[in-house]
């Protein structure tokens, strides 16, 4: 059984930064970074295993997902906000290989969500 719980979430101004944590207890593969907004499907966002990241295409050069093993811990770090960022943002993990997968049908475990919300 794997926990996930995130922190970190707020508002922002656009061009603004902010940093997601989540903490997982018990073992895991792949780690992730996932947002959603209302009446729309759930997006990838970042994907971390074995030091190897990937990232979707709306992120590339703005997000920066890292991990920090001591305290099971990954961090997604978000430069140049804008207000389409805004959405609940959830934590993911696989307790399988996966490698790098952004899909969240590859993840088994689920943080409670944090939100961003990015103001024009």
């Known amino acids: 059984q794997v926990q996930l719980v995130e922190s970190g979430g707020g508002s922002v101004q656009a061009g603004g930064s902010l940093r997601l944590s989540c903490v997982a207890s018990g073992y895991t593969y792949s780690m992730g970074w996932f947002r959603q907004v209302p009446g729309k499907e759930r997006e990838g966002v970042a994907g971390i295993y074995g030091g190897s990241t990937n990232y979707a295409d709306s992120v590339k050069g703005r997000f920066t997902i890292s991990q920090d093993y001591a305290k099971k811990t990954i961090y997604l770090h978000m430069n140049s906000l804008k207000p389409e960022d805004t959405a609940m943002y959830y934590c993911?993990?696989?307790?399988?290989?996966?490698?790098?997968?952004?899909?969240?049908?590859?993840?088994?475990?689920w943080g409670q969500g944090t939100q961003v919300t990015v103001s024009s």
């Open positions: 993911a993990a696989s307790t399988t290989f996966i490698g790098l997968s952004l899909s969240e049908v590859h993840y088994n475990y």
